[in-house]
């Protein structure tokens, strides 16, 4: 098995997943690309991850956004801020096929994954409104969660959740408009529902932006009988990230 990948590395030889310069491991990231995805460490708002000024009194740190605009998940993180190599990185798995880098990202997530110190969580992809899915022949959230649930070893669910109607391009919506649009937007599939009873869920998205996507998965998922949800994303998009 060795002499194999040996000699597929020979012919197809590992690049680091920012700069395609060689690397010694797949589906990695050199030093300098590793500098530059924003990854979010220390001190990072309880509900959605984005990073904080200042140091931890001991007590659950909040963003203003998460003060304005009351979360109802348990708990949430980002892995980086969305910007830079990390925005340029999303955008390419999102429309440009570059599918492979949920596979880059998933160690980070994983990791913010073990910081939840949740036992026996389920993953659960954000879901795209299928003309959307069918379009890109993928969605993103679920390659995120594939990753994250082969590095972590946790179960998913790629199911679980539709979206029952289309919803306007958000980025030209404010904050309370977003909330509006994808009030009830987000629906548990039949089948899963006697998956989800009394499951922690995490929620896994590629951006979070103003978090009502994920308050209308949330709601969703506990009006259906999940114990209790966490919500976790790639980038972390806004003013305080
Ligand atoms: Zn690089
Ligand atoms: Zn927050």
């Known amino acids: 098995m060795r002499l194999l ?10 690049e680091c997943s920012g700069c395609h310069d060689l690397m010694s491991e797949e589906f990695g990231f050199c030093g300098k690309c ?12 309880h509900f959605c991850g984005a990073p904080l000024e200042g140091h931890s009194d001991g007590g659950v ?6 003060l304005a605009y009351p979360r109802p998940w348990l708990r949430g993180a980002s892995a980086a801020r969305y ?10 798995l999102k429309y440009s096929d570059r599918t492979e880098l949920a596979r880059s990202f998933s160690g980070i997530l994983a990791s913010k994954l073990t910081s939840f110190d949740v036992q026996d969580p389920l993953l659960v992809p954000i879901p795209l409104f299928w003309k959307r899915r069918w379009s890109r022949r993928y ?5 995120l969660v594939q990753g994250i649930a082969e590095k972590a070893r946790v179960d998913m669910q790629l199911d679980a959740l539709q979206r029952v109607r289309s919803t306007p391009i958000l ?16 629906k548990v599939m039949d089948q899963a529902i006697p998956k989800l009873q009394s499951r922690s869920i995490v929620l896994v998205d590629d951006v979070f932006t103003s978090g009502a ?3 209308s998965a949330t709601n969703a998922l506990l009006s259906a009988g999940a114990k209790e949800v966490f919500v976790l994303a790639l980038a972390r998009a806004g003013k305080n990230a």
């Open 34 to 45: 590793w500098s530059e995805l924003g990854v979010i460490i220390g001190l990072a708002c």
């Open 5 to 14: 990948q040996s000699a597929v590395r020979w012919i197809y030889p590992a």
């Open 139 to 143: 969605n993103q959230a679920a390659l």
């Open 61 to 66: 740190e909040v963003c203003d956004h998460c």
């Open 171 to 186: 980025k030209d919506l404010s904050d309370a408009e977003r909330f509006t649009a994808l009030d009830g937007a987000i």
């Open 213 to 215: 996507t994920f308050s």
């Open 83 to 92: 910007g830079g190599l990390t925005r340029t990185l999303v955008l390419a």
